[in-house]
């Protein structure tokens, strides 16, 4: 049996690619190798140097740790040096996005404070959205850089890259609608910070009574949402409305056709992509080809034709 996971004992994952020589994190960094308990790999008095980096990609290492309580100053290491650094490659700061999305919505969820994590929504959305149409980036550039452990944060983060790509390419073209999109995505699935972590988390697939539990995350999540003035309804419906499917079989309310709301339709798509994609404890990620086929043969009766097609003409694409 697996122990206890890093995550339940204060650390935080994160990506050795958005770590820069002689740059000052200010927090001390783990490691833990194959086998062997974690351990101090670099005090935050020195700094890391370019030996250090090229000693990590040799052995295949891409993440090291930090305590959870320096979230928030490697939050702001990313944002000062690496989000907004324009001589920085586009996936670096895309992975910096992704890394400053997780340990945001890290410390939101463990101040169990969901109106904190509407508001960080409501900026990372907008740097998302900023990125990601600015660079016109390519979905096989962005899919190998994103990670697919399927933890909540990580899954959030996906999920939003996805919708603002497809939501791209579907037509949406102002930025700020795009910000829009990418905030509803991150919102998505905040209904499951009710559901018990041991269910979350389990290594093994839910039963049905788990399953009853999980399946409450969108009315709670809308519940506690649809208090702001700040969000729209297509960003409500998002989170309300991703598990529903257009022949009415899908939850919480059946809801059918054109019941869905388009934002709804984008993010159902890509939330079921970044599902299969991503490793379970109790099954291995399904290829991209295969999750592509799965969308296809459900066109029309759960998921919406233009918005499947669309998709699927950006993941024929990744290697």
Known sequence: MAGPSLQSQGYLPVATATLFPATEIRCDLYLQRVGQAIELYRSHQYPLEVADLERLKQHGIDHVYIRTGDADIYRQYLCQQVLHEESVPTEVRITALREVTRVAFQDAMDANDP??????????????????????????????????????????????????????????????????????????????????????????????????????????????????????????????????????????????????????????????????????????????????????????????REVVACWAQQVRNIG
């Open 115 to 304: 109106y904190q994590a509407a508001d960080l929504a409501s900026d990372l959305g907008r740097e998302i959205a900023s990125l990601i149409a600015d660079q016109a980036v390519a979905l096989q550039e962005v899919f190998h850089i994103l990670e697919h452990d399927y933890y909540t944060f990580t899954h959030v983060c996906n999920v939003s890259t996805y919708c603002v790509m497809l939501a791209r390419d579907l037509g949406y073209s102002q930025e700020h609608e795009l910000a829009s999109v990418a905030t509803g995505a991150l919102l998505h699935d905040i209904g499951k910070r009710h559901v018990p972590a041991e269910i979350l988390n389990k290594p093994a697939k839910p039963t049905a009574e788990e399953w009853a539990i999980i399946r409450k995350h969108p009315v709670s999540g809308y519940q506690e949402l649809s208090k702001r003035s700040d969000l729209s309804w297509g960003q409500l419906m998002m989170v309300y409305q991703h598990h529903e499917r257009l022949d009415g079989s899908g939850y919480p309310s059946g809801a059918t056709g054109d019941d869905i709301h388009p934002w709804a339709k984008v993010c159902a798509v890509v939330d079921v992509f970044d599902a299969l994609t991503c490793s379970r404890p109790y099954r291995q990620p399904v290829p991209s080809g295969e999750v592509c086929d799965y969308l296809q043969q459900h066109t029309g009766t759960w998921f919406d």
